[in-house]
């Protein structure tokens, strides 16, 4: 589903939506960048936003590369096929807890 389809005031991207841009819409872009988001920051619904902070998964094909966060223009992700939803998504995780991480087991 495209955020496009969405009711009026849906955030324009949520966890577990894949985003793909070109490397002028996100910060330090080295290339075209298809993510598969994990978290967004809390600010990223303003209505005046022009950045957007992120965290996910770099997506190579299908497979899931490194995770990374990045800042990527809202308008971005108005275009056509920027972001794609998916209907059964899970609710957003949140960030990643560091002390699950380096757990010393």
């Known amino acids: 589903m495209a ?8 955030p324009l991207v949520a966890a577990w939506d894949v985003i793909s841009i070109g490397c002028q819409d996100w910060l330090n ?3 075209p960048l298809r993510l598969r ?5 809390h600010d990223a619904n303003h209505p005046n936003i ?3 902070h992120l965290l996910g998964y770099r ?4 497979a899931e590369g490194q995770m990374m966060m990045v800042t ?3 308008s971005a992700l108005r275009g056509p096929g920027a972001v794609t939803r998916r ?3 899970p609710a957003d995780p949140g960030p990643p807890d560091a ?6 087991a």
């Open 59 to 62: 997506l190579h094909g299908e």
């Open 72 to 74: 990527v223009r809202a």
């Open 99 to 104: 002390e699950s991480h380096h757990s010393g």
């Open 87 to 89: 209907d059964d998504r």
């Open 37 to 41: 988001v994990l978290h967004v920051r």
């Open 3 to 10: 955020p496009d389809d969405q009711p009026p005031g849906a």
């Open 50 to 52: 022009e950045w957007i």
């Open 29 to 31: 872009g080295d290339g």
